[in-house]
């Protein structure tokens, strides 16, 4: 049984998919990867480096337009080879073939995606956030601060360790006055 | 760490989230930080984790009354002993994950096993294989295959549920691929039946 978790965010990818959970102590990533789910976690102790940053995602941005551009030119092609009548009921369904490629990409490339990396000791997260930009800021510096306050919790508790560890003075009798 | 014949290599500390370069001491600083690779600039909050200590009691300092040894570490004094073989162990062999002391060599086992849930980090997504086999099921059905493709949906989602509510998931998709299975099934061999039926002259 896995601790109580909070869905932060999920990205998809080429091949599978990465969904990210906030658990008490740290952040977890369930990658699917076909039908296997690997899952790995980085602790809030183990915190060395959080990143903010905005990418436009570059390959989608292509492949969306290239997609959206092949469906319109097949419509171009037929309505050029229709020669008489009226072109737009052959161009209406490749329009609207088009369209959702061609509106991803544009979204894409003027909002771009607010990307949170979390770098621990040991491993890596990241979470992707395509539309909530203000959600973005808030998950990031809810996680800055979990981070900031486990840090401190283990600070304090190696603090105290040390101390508790600490041999008692040994008590000197002091010399006589004179 | 930049990838290198499509292969990615193992992590070894913060990386530039743009190029994935590794990023040297001197990039891991709070504010606005410019990758020396990439040249991209980024957000950046550096933290500088305390390590936390072991505190390992050797035998000696323990004294000879009532200090076990760690069966791995002679000169150490067991703090617990595994759940699973009962070896004295150390605060150095203590594998506990919150569910428990295990030995190294046990953990590994359990691990192995995935008996241990939070020790898992591989495992099949039984809800996945169900929705994918219901849906070629439905596909396939006019091939007389509903009924394999049924059965072995409501295998995966009988494991799929399970496995959603150890994990606290919901499982809804996975209960509606068990309702789609059941509908294959039941389709499936009724319309084996109708043929077999029709081929033995029973329908009229």
Redesign the interface.
């Known amino acids: 049984?896995?601790?109580?978790?909070t869905r932060i965010g999920s990205s998809a990818r080429a091949f599978g998919r990465e969904t990210v959970y906030e658990l008490p102590d740290g952040i977890e990533i369930e990658a699917?990867e076909n039908?296997?789910?690997?899952?790995?976690r980085v602790l809030f102790?183990?915190?060395?480096?959080?990143?903010?940053?905005r990418?436009m995602g570059f390959w989608f941005v292509i492949l969306s337009g290239l997609v959206g551009a092949f469906f319109l030119f097949i419509g171009v092609l037929i309505v050029s080879a229709q020669r008489t009548g009226n072109a737009w009921p052959y161009l209406t369904p490749w329009l609207v073939m088009a369209f959702p490629f061609l509106l991803a990409a544009a979204l894409r490339a003027i909002l771009g995606v607010e990307?949170i990396?979390i770098?621990g000791?040991?491993?890596?997260a990241?979470i992707r956030f395509t539309f909530r930009k203000q959600r973005a800021r808030e998950v990031y510096g809810r996680i800055?601060a979990r981070?900031?306050q486990a840090?401190k919790a283990?600070?304090n508790e190696?603090a105290a360790?040390a101390v508790a560890?600490m041999p008692a003075v040994p008590e000197v009798p002091m010399p006589p006055a004179f | 760490m930049a990838t290198l014949a499509g292969k990615k290599a193992p992590y070894e500390g913060p990386e530039c989230p743009k190029c994935d370069a590794l990023l040297g001491d001197d990039s891991r600083v709070t504010g606005t930080v410019t990758c020396p690779h990439c040249r991209a600039t980024f957000e950046a909050t550096a933290f500088n984790p305390p390590q936390r200590r072991m505190q390992i009691v050797e035998v000696a300092q323990s004294g000879p009354e009532g200090a076990n040894a760690c069966a791995n570490h002679e000169r150490n004094t067991a703090v617990t002993s595994c759940q699973r073989c009962g070896l004295y162990i150390c605060s150095l062999c203590d594998m506990n994950v919150g569910s428990g002391s295990f030995c190294p060599s046990c953990f590994d086992r359990v691990r192995t096993e995935g008996t241990l849930g939070a020790a898992t980090t591989r495992f099949r997504d039984y809800g996945s294989m169900a929705r994918v086999s219901a849906v070629a099921g439905f596909l396939f059905m006019f091939m007389f295959l509903g009924l394999p493709f049924g059965a072995l949906t409501i295998y995966y989602a009988n494991k799929g549920i399970k496995q959603a509510k150890n994990e606290g998931r919901s499982t809804l998709g996975t209960r509606i691929a068990m309702g789609f299975g059941i509908f294959e099934a039941i389709a499936g061999g009724a319309a084996i039946a109708f043929v077999i039926l029709g081929v033995m002259g029973k329908l009229k």
């Open positions: 049984m896995t601790p109580a978790r699917t039908y296997e789910v690997i899952r790995r102790e183990d915190v060395l480096l959080i990143t903010y940053h990418e990307v990396s770098f000791r040991r491993s890596k990241q800055l981070v900031r840090q283990l600070e190696i360790s560890e």
